[in-house]
């Protein structure tokens, strides 16, 4: 495995560091939420057992530590673990005590001379299990000096038109693109290692290209892009066509044929008309770790004779205009016109070709080795004609390699080459289909051969190779393109909240009705942005002690997960303490019900925050706000009817997302009115509960019955008007032009006519919409437009 980090290049003049005896405890339980971080560090005549780190509290505060005393008991042979105690304080104590694993020993020789021990340990902390690990360490010698950084290869000034594979200049991607560099680099370690082949060629550079596009072929391309980028309207598959015939068309330069030439009489002799050559495109930017370009661009084999290589290297260079390219390169974000090079490498009659991954092509397992095979020349494997060999490897913890399964596929046919050139598709005889076309001891030489190729590399790769006469020829060697990809578990749960407990509870009780379904991440981003701004700012105001609004280290109230905003459900039980009448008022608003899960129940009192009373100052305070909080109601709204809509008139997502960032903030007022309104509405439905709980002596099905009656009363509330506004629109429509006539009409002529015309239908129409035009499904989605 590759596990790219950060490097310490120089830690400066640190011979005070010789002796620096380190222990860091890193922990957490899963149960209670807590997390810590406790170091203990000693540097002769500097300091000894100075303490540093954090405790995270179940409430999500952090605190600093401030007193450690840590002892760990000698390793003992008849045990295999150790215990260790720890008593430290943030300001509260806590006592700490569990057992260490064996160690895993680190001897460090790089930035710093000493040793690491990582040990797991388990522990016991109020009361509550939980896991992590100790590190511990020496530095026994000053830190060597960095070595002098090698300069870096520099690309030539003067770029030749062709170069062969053993040329260093055929390295750069620049120069020879994806294929072409990875094919230098590959003949390079092929001189090492003595145990494969590459078969020889020349790559012909993207000097080359740039020396063959004329005014005409750039003029076309200018139209392509235009046509692309939606510049002009036009039918991008027949323009891409037309580049194509343009390329295709024109002549190679005399000194591009002239160099080409050369180099492989330079190689091969003059008897080079009797080679075939696979000619392939080398595009930069193709065959790496973000994009591969597999069978994007066109491949042409068997190529015999100098006006036929000439002719496939046009082909090559045309290529990348295909429409398959040109939509492949735009889903990319490639340029559609990027430098491009074409490899001539000569053909192997491989008796057995195919593909093997360093790692599981699907899961990307580096544990594993996966080779695919048919008889033949590989282009079968590659285009995915047949159905191949599949051999998988396992890679032990010895180093050995161990072939664990065998997968006989049907493979059909094979391609071979002709002596006149070109190549032929061939059926496979039943005793041949039936067999694997891979010995086991030449699937493990090639899976060895696999772990230098990545080795070399310093990554996973996709490698093409061929078996002639018992020698290994290895044709290319690519990043393995998902590697690092994301998974679909990755992708669905992106930007979920992170869970501090095993045991934590989500509603979207309130929340559903609002934002039903998946919201997109800048839906959630500016949402939670939203109300993290104002369970702040009433924390704050009101003297607020509970987690659901003032938490400073994690956003708390809403949060994303699996893409649906969800409610944070043991603060919600806790705000008005637990189990009191006032609770299950707040409760009854939020919920509809009250909450008699007991495992639920039991969760909330332990995360329950104990603050202070509310002096009398901020209980006046919450009654006045029952009866106040709409007094500037009228005012917000005509100031929100007048409020400019410039963010919707952008014409790019650029542009769009400039103009949110600039009037996100603009909007805080109006949802802390939102915020207020509805809190005292709840607030009233809790006050009127615990009345009633009160009055009754106790909580029953009475207090239901009475709660129920009193919220049944007529009251003010705007949405309720909306189906009798919905049905005096409809009635009307009827009485205007008649039922029959509107239901004919398609929608978009249906609503020009209802936003138009001077009837009772469209006067109507358009005071509904002007006063409940904002009440849709998921109305706060700021992915869609409302009206």
Not at 106 to 122: D, H, N
Not at 428 to 445: G, H, P, Q, V, W
Not at 493 to 507: I, K, M, S, V
């Amino acid at each position: 495995m590759y596990l790219y980090g950060q490097k310490i290049r120089s830690l400066g003049k640190s011979s005070s560091m010789v002796g620096c005896q380190f222990t860091t405890i890193l922990g957490s339980s899963s149960s209670s939420g807590r997390s810590f971080q406790l170091t203990d560090i000693s540097a002769p005549h500097s300091f000894k057992n100075l303490p540093f780190g954090f405790v995270v509290e179940k409430d999500g505060n952090l605190k600093p530590l401030k007193e450690l005393d840590l002892s760990i008991k000698p390793f003992s042979a008849k045990k295999s673990s150790r215990s260790f105690n720890a008593n430290f304080s943030t300001g509260e104590r806590y006592e700490l005590s569990g057992r260490i694993e064996d160690p895993i020993v680190f001897q460090s020789s790089e930035g710093w001379i000493g040793y690491l021990e990582l040990s797991f340990i388990e522990f016991e902390l109020k009361n509550k299990k939980g896991y992590g690990l100790m590190m511990s360490g020496e530095v026994n010698k000053e830190p060597k000096r960095p070595l002098q950084i090698l300069p870096s290869s520099q690309i030539p000034e003067s770029v030749p038109l062709t170069v062969p594979f053993t040329d260093e200049a055929s390295h750069f991607e620049e120069i020879s693109g994806g294929k072409g560099s990875s094919l230098g680099m590959l003949t390079q370690l092929s001189k090492r290692e003595k145990s494969f082949i590459v078969p020889k060629g020349i790559v012909v550079t993207t000097a080359a290209y740039e020396e063959f596009l004329t005014e005409d072929i750039l003029n076309a391309v200018k139209h392509l892009e235009d046509v692309a980028y939606g510049n002009q309207n036009e039918d991008l598959k027949n323009v891409c066509s037309k580049v194509k015939q343009i390329v295709e068309k024109t002549s190679l330069p005399d000194k591009i044929c002239h160099s080409i030439v050369e180099d492989l009489k330079n190689i091969f002799g003059i008897e080079v008309n009797k080679h075939k050559f696979a000619v392939r495109s080398s595009a930069t930017g193709e065959d790496t770790a973000a994009m591969s370009a597999a069978g994007q661009m066109d491949t042409f084999l068997g190529v015999q004779g100098f006006n036929e290589i000439f002719s496939a290297v046009k082909k090559c260079w045309a290529s990348q205009f295909g429409h398959i390219a040109v939509e492949y390169k735009r889903r990319n974000g490639q340029i559609l016109n990027s430098p491009m090079a074409v490899v001539i490498q000569e053909m192997v009659a491989c008796e057995v070709s195919g593909v093997m991954f360093t790692c599981d092509p699907v899961t990307n397992n580096p544990s594993v080795i996966t080779i695919t095979a048919n008889y033949g020349l590989g282009e079968t494997v590659v285009s995915g004609s047949v159905e191949p060999d599949t051999f998988v490897l396992r890679k032990e913890n010895n180093g050995n390699l161990e072939l664990y399964e065998v997968i006989v596929g049907a493979k059909h046919q094979k391609i071979i080459m002709q002596d006149s050139g070109g190549t032929l598709i061939e059926d496979i005889d039943e005793n041949s289909r039936s067999e694997s076309c891979l010995s086991k001891e030449t699937a493990i030489r090639l899976a060895k051969l696999s772990l230098k190729i990545e080795k070399f590399y310093k990554s996973t790769r996709d490698i093409e190779w061929g078996i002639l006469n018992n020698e290994i020829y290895i044709l290319q060697s690519r990043p393995v393109t998902n590697a690092a990809g994301e998974t679909d578990n990755e992708i669905k749960h992106e930007f979920d909240a992170p869970l501090r407990c095993e045991n934590e509870y989500f509603t979207v009780a309130n929340v559903g009705e609002v934002m039903p379904g998946a919201t997109s991440p800048l839906g959630m981003d500016v949402i939670t942005k939203w109300f993290r701004y104002i369970f702040k700012r009433i924390a704050v105001d009101k003297n607020y002690p509970d987690l659901f609004l003032n938490s400073k280290y994690y956003n708390s109230g809403l949060l994303p997960f699996y893409n649906h905003m969800m409610g944070t459900v043991a603060e919600m039980l806790t705000r008005y303490g637990y189990e009191t009448p006032a609770s299950k008022g707040f409760q009854m608003s939020i919920f509809g019900r009250t909450i008699d899960d007991p495992d639920m129940l039991r969760y909330a009192k332990e995360k329950m925050t104990v603050g202070s009373k509310p002096s009398l100052k901020m209980r006046l305070k919450y009654y006045w706000d029952l009866f106040t909080y709409d007094l500037g109601y009228e005012k917000a709204k005509k100031e929100l009817d007048h409020y400019h809509l410039n963010f919707l008139k952008t014409k790019t997502a650029r542009e769009a997302f400039e103009a949110i960032l600039k009037t996100v903030s603009d909007f805080n007022k109006f949802i802390m009115y939102q915020f207020d309104g509805t809190e005292n509405s709840s607030n009233w439905n809790m006050y009127l509960f615990q009345i009633l709980c009160n009055a009754n002596g106790r909580f029953d099905d009475n207090v239901y019955s009475d709660f129920a009656k009193l919220i049944g009363i007529s009251s003010n509330a705007e949405s309720a008007g909306i189906p009798q506004a919905m049905q005096e629109v409809a009635v009307q429509i009827v009485e205007d032009i008649g039922a029959e006539k509107f239901r004919s009409m398609p929608a978009e002529d249906a609503e020009k006519w209802l936003q138009t015309t001077q009837s009772l239908s469209g006067n109507r129409f358009r005071q509904f919409i002007k006063t409940h035009g904002h009440r849709c499904l998921k109305e706060m989605c700021i992915l869609l437009l409302g009206i």
